[in-house]
């Protein structure tokens, strides 16, 4: 079973995130749609609504970032490799993506590390890099389901921020997305209390790590969908969402969005 840790001074009133991972999906002519619908809808919003980060596929940053321009979203890539340039064929690196005006990259994806075998050692290069060219790493960390079994869940995690984060970090330059492994794309989810569970140790260690570390945002990502979103945003110490095919179409996704309340 998970052990709470104690509790920490971050608080569920920081700025809440929605960050969209378009994985390998759509067409150049389905990403241009989706990103302009979210544009418009973003422009006439009558509330304050979460920070949504478009994260699509190499071939569609440039022409979402050109529906995007000038709105409150931002862009981000699913990756980046540790160096500027090089021999490293189809690899795209740090300065390619700021270039691009990219703001956020995921690094450490469970779907990277598993089938591209990504180390923590290369994991942290990459959060160093993608921090020198002044974006916003999302680190994703998270358990398999046989390391939640043996009660080992808190422990990985752990393990994952102190080997991936680099040596010094402020709260604004850092996200956090827990993502259980068995989560992603299966319609399971934790129950609240486990998100909370795990969202807490990950605040307590992260002020470990660093001086202000509670402040770093942690997101939740995993089977989030228009019926969960709402609920999942309501636990403490959860600071948005990471989603993944309930992204890819525009009313799921304006729905993920407007599911935060005021
Ligand atoms: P999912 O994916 O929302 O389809 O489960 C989430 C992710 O992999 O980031």
Redesign the pocket.
């Known amino acids: 079973m998970i052990i709470s840790k104690k509790k920490t001074k971050g608080s569920n009133k920081m700025q809440q995130y929605v960050v969209a991972?378009w994985?390998m999906y759509l067409n150049t002519r389905d990403a241009h749609k989706l990103s302009e619908s979210m544009a418009k809808k973003m422009q006439v919003a009558e509330r304050p609504l979460p920070k949504l980060v478009l994260c699509p596929s190499f071939p569609h940053l440039i022409p979402v970032f050109n529906n995007i321009k000038g709105t409150a979203i931002s862009l981000g890539a699913q990756n980046c490799h540790t160096e500027n340039n090089g021999p490293h064929t189809g690899e795209v690196g740090p300065e390619q993506l700021k270039d691009i005006q990219a703001e956020y990259v995921?690094i450490g994806?469970?779907?990277r590390r598993r089938h591209h075998n990504e180390s923590s050692e290369e994991i942290k290069r990459k959060l160093e890099a993608v921090i020198a060219h002044g974006m916003i790493p999302i680190l994703?960390v998270g358990e398999t389901i046989e390391e939640r079994r043996s009660g080992k869940t808190i422990k990985k995690i752990e393990q994952q921020l102190r080997d991936e984060t680099p040596e010094e970090f402020t709260p604004n330059q850092l996200i956090i997305?827990y993502?259980p492994v068995w989560?992603?794309?299966?319609?399971i989810t934790p129950t609240e209390k486990e998100i909370e569970d795990v969202h807490g140790a990950i605040q307590y260690e992260l002020q470990q790590l660093q001086p202000n570390g509670n402040l770093v945002p942690i997101l939740y990502?995993?089977?989030?969908?228009t019926q969960n979103a709402a609920t999942i945003l309501k636990c403490s110490c959860v600071h948005g969402l990471?989603?993944?095919?309930?992204?890819i179409n525009a009313e799921n996704l304006w729905a993920v969005v407007t599911a935060a309340e005021e």
Do not use: M
């Not at 989560?183 to 319609?187: A, K, V």
């Not at 990502?221 to 969908?225: P, R, Y």
């Not at 990471?242 to 992204?247: N, Q």
């Open positions: 991972n994985k995921i994806h469970s779907e994703c997305a993502e989560s992603i794309g299966t319609n990502g995993g089977s989030v969908h990471l989603v993944g095919r309930h992204a």
